[in-house]
């Protein structure tokens, strides 16, 4: 048996995947235990899942965060530590050709925001961060530092949708309206882009034609609730390893056989 991980999670809304994993944490099922758990929306929720269990919550308010960004940046400087050409050419969340202004604007609000994350999460040891229903991408800035060892990524994600298709912020509402038959779910390492990360696990279910939205998210999150569980125990069982069979191509995830 192998010792518990300990997990960090954020989250924005409801928490269905967070109640998951704490229960599966609760039984058993998973080798793992709550540090704690971060939302960029005071109002999440989810919070209350969290308090329910006796985890460790914070909050890091991103609206009031981005909107004073905005309106008067010289209240919030870059942290010290950023290399703003550094971050803008490792990225993949703005086009490198978009003004630059915008381009500029973006992401010093968004490390602004983490490092604000940053300084939270700092208070309490963890061995991967789970993002469960966080609607924010993560820039370099934030990944590098939870991420020291590039090839060994701390940080995952579940996507409500079959990645590569469908990234962004509705995956199951994009998937019915293109006219998919078949839906489904994706858990990854999160990387510089918006849900390109290695795949770790998928999981897909037909698409009938009473189906509704409605329907067809309920379906979904029962089905990832099962899914992100799964996933994390393998990492907390070591068996994920990620591979770059190309040389220089991109990175993917070999589920190694379980041991003994
Ligand atoms: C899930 O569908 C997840 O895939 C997506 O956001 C939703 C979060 O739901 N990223 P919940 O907050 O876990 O209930």
Redesign the pocket.
């Given at each position: 048996m192998n010792t518990p991980i300990r997990l960090g999670a954020l989250?924005s809304?409801?928490?269905?995947?967070?109640q998951a994993i704490i229960d599966a944490c609760e039984s058993g099922a998973l080798s793992a235990e709550m540090a704690f758990v971060g939302t960029d929306n005071p109002k999440a929720a989810?919070l209350a899942r969290a308090e329910r269990a006796g985890i460790p919550t914070f909050a890091v308010n991103y609206p009031d965060i981005l909107s004073r960004r905005k309106k008067d940046p010289p209240t919030l400087p870059p942290p010290p530590d950023l290399d703003l050409p550094d971050l803008i050419v490792r990225q993949r969340l703005i086009p490198q050709d978009a003004p630059p202004a915008r381009r500029d604007a973006f992401l010093l609000g968004r490390v602004a925001a983490e490092s604000a994350l940053l300084r939270e999460m700092e208070r309490f040891s963890f061995d991967l961060l789970v993002l469960?229903?966080f609607m924010r991408v993560v820039t370099p800035y934030f990944l590098d530092r939870i991420n020291p060892e590039p090839d060994r990524p701390r940080v995952m994600n579940?996507?409500?949708a079959l990645l590569p298709a469908f990234p962004g912020t509705d995956?199951y509402g994009d998937t019915l309206r293109y006219g998919c038959k078949v839906a489904g779910?994706t858990v990854h390492f999160v990387d510089y882009g918006e849900d390109t990360g290695p795949i770790i696990g998928q999981r897909a279910f037909p698409i009938l034609p009473e189906d509704t939205l409605d329907s067809v998210r309920k379906k979904?999150?029962a089905i990832?609730w099962r899914l992100y569980p799964e996933c994390i125990q393998l990492f907390a069982e070591k068996r994920l390893r990620v591979e770059r069979p190309d040389k220089g191509g991109r990175p993917v995830v070999r589920i190694l056989p379980a041991s003994g």
């Open positions: 989250i809304g409801g928490g269905t995947n967070l989810g469960a229903g579940i996507h409500p995956g779910c979904g999150l990832e």
